[in-house]
């Protein structure tokens, strides 16, 4: 290239004016011709110009070696030369030609401060492949003036503590020789510095912010996982998997990335989320969180753990602690049997830990309702209590941890529990298994229902179950019989009263009366709230069947029995009632005693008694039914004239009858107005004669009454 410098001279009041031309800075191709000529022009008083040029000057450019090595950093900058402590590091340098020639060019000099130099590389720019060097020898290809020429220099940093800071150093040279300077060199230098390479840490995965929590089904979780770029790099190409348990369904659309909608960032491929950050800086913290519902049909008592993985470019993959989802309710203190609706507020828990009978003190994190962690605790109203047990409390490498939980609350039996805690392998969450030590019933785990036990709560946390409590007496039950000493053929009148002391509807609720050898029952002669209803008898059992009991209901129970001739004297007859019922799937019975003392008679007095009634057969079956009704002031005789007349209820006795045939008659007479004998009350073959005969037979433990049917007047 050519340039000319015009150079103007103005001769003092002679107008004369002088231009010459010179070379540019750049620089100049050697071996370039440069022409210099001057020019001059005048012009003179009359106006007339004049112009002349002088002799032109010849020069010719030498050829002159110039480079420039760079960088050139004199410290280091921690935010741009920082490696990962113990990888191999390359810093790269270039060689730029500023000689007015095409050179190329060796590397004399490559040092550092630390580590070991394992390989440098010339590089055509842009991208060529590497060329090994050799220093002191092997030369790079051509460059042309302005060009440029890479230089890779690999350090072994291996036994470089994480915070030095060291640098590398390269001398360049030329290699064209016969230059007007001579063969020139220039140096570079390149920093390092050792830090902690990225590295995810901290890995946790929450659910609804606790390790564990409590679902129904069809409820919604939020998970949320967390972790920290803890290294002094970048990680790149951050990978979060979770595969999501059978049993819980996850929301692609509710994926949040450090609260930010994750969109495209976020897939789901069956149970396995995944959710990928191209970079995380060091030092930031990564929240990724995202909702899931409980499936509709899970059932009560299962636990759903999942474990999350976090991973980069040459990081990880790192496991997250476990969370688990239990599926139904835990941690109520309740009514056995009234179940769920029917929280006991006011229970006092205590733990204590074998063989110390006091309680201790808990180191984990106190949840809601028992934030301050206190041991005892107290239940409010809704019978919610929570106990957090620290790392060093629910088992691990050491053992399981054994506790006895007691529960003790007003109007209820108290409760002894025993609990054993069994850590998982990450210490977070715990197995827990409890056996009742009170002889009472336990709940299923996440629900209500009652069992024997013992109860397995799998992979839960600050959770031990539902904790049923039980009055002392569900089921009140009294008897009494209307005189205590008797001899044989007295009629006694037994009185049975039961109730629903519970709070619970009872169900299958019967009423089981056993007469003791030596009474009979009186057929008929029950009444069941002032209600003619006749037991099913069965030998000498008699039972009575209700259904339902709703809680505070009762009923009373009046019947006769005679004391049979075959009673034994100065004999105890012990009659015992109970009542069986279920509430909650449980079996609940209750029972009372009356007893009577025989005095006299026995199985040698020879006497019979002979009992029976007069009654409306309003039906006409012959036979005493509910809705029939005894007839009072019959009178009725043997066969030897003695007589008796019945009472208000028709009924009637001949407590000491010898042994052997007799014939009851009823007097006709003695009939009340309205009340006649059926028409073939006459027939003694019928059952509504009104002569009867009796075997004087008595079956044991049952009374056969002989009983007089009789027609109302239509």
Same mark, same amino acid.
């Given at each position: 290239?050519?340039?000319?410098?015009?150079?103007?001279?103005?001769?003092?009041?002679?107008?004369?004016?002088?231009?010459?031309?010179?070379?540019?800075?750049? @620089?100049?191709?050697?071996?370039?011709?440069?022409?210099?000529?001057?020019?001059?022009?005048?012009?003179?008083?009359?106006?007339?110009?004049?112009?002349?040029?002088?002799?032109?000057?010849?020069?010719?450019?030498?050829?002159?070696?110039?480079?420039?090595?760079?960088?050139?950093?004199?410290?280091?900058?921690?935010?741009?030369?920082?490696?990962?402590?113990?990888?191999?590091?390359?810093?790269?340098?270039?060689?730029?030609?500023?000689?007015?020639?095409?050179?190329?060019?060796?590397?004399?000099?490559?040092?550092?401060?630390?580590?070991?130099?394992?390989?440098?590389?010339?590089?055509?720019?842009?991208?060529?492949?590497?060329?090994?060097?050799? +220093?002191? /020898?092997?030369?790079?290809?051509?460059?042309?003036?302005?060009?440029?020429?890479?230089?890779?220099?690999?350090?072994?940093?291996?036994?470089?503590?994480?915070?030095?800071?060291?640098?590398?150093?390269?001398?360049?040279?030329?290699?064209?020789?016969?230059?007007?300077?001579?063969?020139?060199?220039?140096?570079?230098?390149?920093?390092?510095?050792? +830090?902690?390479?990225?590295?995810?840490?901290?890995?946790?995965?929450?659910?609804?912010?606790?390790?564990?929590?409590?679902?129904?089904?069809?409820?919604?979780?939020?998970?949320?996982?967390?972790?920290?770029? /803890?290294?002094?790099?970048?990680?790149?190409?951050?990978?979060?998997?979770?595969?999501?348990?059978?049993?819980?369904?996850?929301?692609?659309?509710?994926?949040?990335?450090?609260?930010?909608?994750?969109?495209?960032?976020?897939?789901?491929?069956?149970?396995?989320?995944?959710?990928?950050?191209?970079?995380?800086?060091?030092?930031?913290?990564?929240?990724?969180?995202?909702?899931?519902?409980?499936?509709?049909?899970?059932?009560?008592?299962?636990?759903?753990?999942?474990?999350?993985?976090?991973?980069?470019?040459?990081?990880?993959?790192?496991?997250?602690?476990?969370?688990?989802?239990?599926?139904?309710?835990?941690?109520?203190?309740?009514?056995?049997?009234?179940?769920?609706?029917?929280?006991?507020?006011?229970?006092? #828990?205590?733990?204590?830990?074998?063989?110390?009978?006091?309680?201790?003190?808990?180191?984990?994190?106190?949840?809601?309702?028992?934030?301050?962690?206190?041991?005892?605790?107290?239940?409010? /109203?809704?019978?919610?209590?929570?106990?957090?047990?620290?790392?060093?409390?629910?088992?691990?490498?050491?053992?399981?941890?054994?506790?006895?939980?007691?529960? +003790?609350?007003?109007?209820?039996?108290?409760?002894?529990?025993?609990?054993? #805690?069994?850590?998982?392998?990450?210490?977070?969450?715990?197995?827990?298994?409890?056996?009742?030590?009170?002889?009472?019933?336990?709940?299923?785990?996440?629900?209500?229902?009652?069992?024997?036990?013992?109860?397995?709560?799998?992979?839960?946390?600050?959770?031990?179950?539902?904790?049923?409590?039980?009055?002392?007496?569900?089921?009140?039950?009294?008897?009494?019989?209307?005189?205590?000493? +008797?001899?044989?053929?007295?009629?006694?009148?037994?009185?049975?009263?039961?109730?629903?002391?519970?709070?619970?509807?009872?169900?299958?609720?019967?009423?089981?009366?056993? #007469?003791?050898?030596?009474?009979?029952?009186?057929?008929?002669?029950?009444?069941?709230?002032?209600?003619?209803?006749?037991?099913?008898?069965?030998?000498?059992?008699?039972?009575?069947?209700?259904?339902?009991?709703?809680?505070?209901?009762?009923?009373?129970?009046?019947?006769?029995?005679?004391?049979?001739?075959? @009673?034994?004297?100065?004999?105890?007859?012990?009659?015992?009632?109970?009542?069986?019922?279920?509430?909650?799937?449980?079996?609940?019975?209750?029972?009372?005693?009356?007893?009577?003392?025989?005095?006299?008679?026995?199985?040698?007095?020879?006497?019979?008694?002979?009992?029976?009634?007069?009654?409306?057969?309003?039906?006409?079956?012959?036979?005493?039914?509910?809705?029939?009704?005894?007839?009072?002031?019959?009178?009725?005789?043997?066969?030897?004239?003695?007589?008796?007349?019945?009472?208000?209820?028709?009924?009637?006795?001949?407590?000491?009858?010898?042994?052997?045939?007799?014939?009851?008659?009823?007097?006709?007479?003695?009939?009340? /107005?309205?009340?006649?004998?059926?028409?073939?009350?006459?027939?003694?073959?019928?059952?509504?004669?009104?002569?009867?005969?009796?075997?004087?037979?008595?079956?044991?433990?049952?009374?056969?009454?002989?009983?007089?049917?009789?027609?109302?007047?239509?």
């Amino acid at each position: 290239m050519r340039r000319s410098l015009a150079l103007v001279l103005a001769a003092a009041g002679a107008g004369w004016v002088v231009m010459a031309t010179q070379p540019a800075l750049a @620089a100049t191709p050697a071996g370039t011709l440069i022409s210099n000529t001057a020019s001059a022009t005048y012009d003179d008083a009359a106006g007339t110009s004049y112009a002349t040029d002088s002799n032109t000057v010849v020069a010719q450019v030498q050829a002159v070696s110039s480079l420039i090595v760079t960088p050139k950093e004199a410290i280091v900058n921690p935010a741009l030369d920082a490696y990962a402590v113990g990888t191999p590091v390359t810093r790269r340098f270039t060689i730029t030609n500023t000689s007015n020639l095409t050179d190329a060019y060796t590397i004399q000099a490559a040092t550092t401060t630390k580590g070991v130099i394992t390989a440098i590389n010339f590089v055509v720019p842009p991208a060529g492949p590497p060329i090994p060097v050799t +220093v002191g /020898s092997t030369v790079s290809p051509n460059v042309v003036p302005g060009g440029t020429m890479f230089v890779d220099v690999t350090v072994n940093t291996a036994g470089v503590p994480v915070g030095t800071s060291w640098s590398i150093n390269i001398t360049a040279q030329t290699t064209v020789t016969g230059t007007a300077n001579g063969l020139q060199s220039d140096s570079g230098q390149r920093w390092a510095i050792a +830090v902690p390479g990225p590295n995810l840490s901290g890995v946790k995965k929450l659910v609804g912010g606790q390790p564990s929590v409590q679902s129904a089904p069809s409820s919604t979780v939020t998970f949320t996982v967390s972790f920290t770029n /803890s290294g002094g790099l970048p990680a790149n190409n951050v990978v979060m998997t979770d595969v999501v348990p059978i049993g819980l369904h996850p929301i692609l659309a509710s994926v949040l990335i450090n609260n930010v909608p994750a969109g495209g960032q976020a897939t789901l491929v069956g149970q396995t989320l995944t959710v990928t950050i191209p970079t995380v800086a060091p030092t930031q913290t990564i929240v990724i969180q995202f909702e899931a519902t409980v499936d509709p049909n899970a059932q009560l008592g299962t636990t759903m753990v999942n474990v999350a993985q976090v991973s980069a470019t040459g990081v990880g993959p790192f496991s997250s602690s476990p969370a688990s989802v239990f599926v139904g309710t835990g941690n109520i203190v309740y009514d056995g049997l009234a179940g769920p609706g029917f929280p006991i507020g006011s229970a006092a #828990l205590t733990l204590t830990k074998p063989p110390a009978i006091t309680p201790f003190a808990l180191t984990g994190t106190g949840v809601a309702p028992n934030n301050a962690n206190a041991n005892p605790f107290t239940t409010d /109203s809704t019978g919610t209590y929570s106990y957090g047990f620290g790392t060093n409390q629910f088992g691990g490498p050491i053992g399981d941890a054994h506790y006895i939980l007691t529960v +003790v609350a007003s109007g209820y039996l108290n409760r002894q529990v025993d609990v054993v #805690l069994h850590a998982d392998p990450s210490l977070t969450l715990y197995t827990a298994t409890i056996k009742a030590l009170d002889g009472q019933q336990l709940a299923t785990p996440g629900g209500f229902t009652l069992t024997p036990g013992p109860v397995t709560l799998n992979n839960v946390f600050n959770i031990l179950g539902n904790i049923p409590m039980f009055t002392a007496h569900p089921i009140q039950i009294t008897k009494a019989v209307d005189q205590q000493a +008797v001899s044989t053929a007295s009629r006694v009148i037994f009185t049975i009263n039961f109730s629903n002391a519970s709070l619970a509807t009872l169900t299958n609720t019967k009423l089981i009366d056993t #007469l003791p050898p030596g009474i009979a029952y009186g057929p008929g002669t029950a009444l069941v709230d002032g209600v003619h209803q006749e037991p099913v008898v069965n030998g000498r059992t008699l039972t009575w069947s209700f259904g339902t009991l709703a809680p505070g209901a009762s009923h009373t129970i009046v019947y006769a029995g005679l004391v049979l001739p075959q @009673a034994v004297v100065n004999t105890t007859l012990t009659n015992v009632a109970a009542v069986t019922a279920t509430a909650a799937g449980a079996d609940l019975s209750a029972s009372a005693e009356a007893s009577v003392y025989v005095l006299s008679g026995g199985a040698f007095s020879y006497t019979i008694p002979i009992t029976g009634r007069v009654y409306i057969d309003v039906a006409g079956l012959g036979k005493f039914v509910p809705g029939d009704k005894g007839v009072s002031g019959v009178r009725l005789y043997l066969e030897d004239g003695e007589y008796v007349v019945t009472d208000a209820d028709g009924r009637y006795s001949f407590p000491s009858a010898r042994p052997g045939m007799h014939v009851v008659h009823l007097d006709v007479t003695t009939l009340p /107005s309205g009340v006649h004998p059926f028409p073939d009350g006459l027939n003694i073959e019928s059952t509504h004669s009104v002569t009867r005969l009796v075997h004087g037979i008595l079956d044991t433990g049952l009374l056969q009454d002989i009983n007089f049917g009789l027609e109302a007047a239509k």
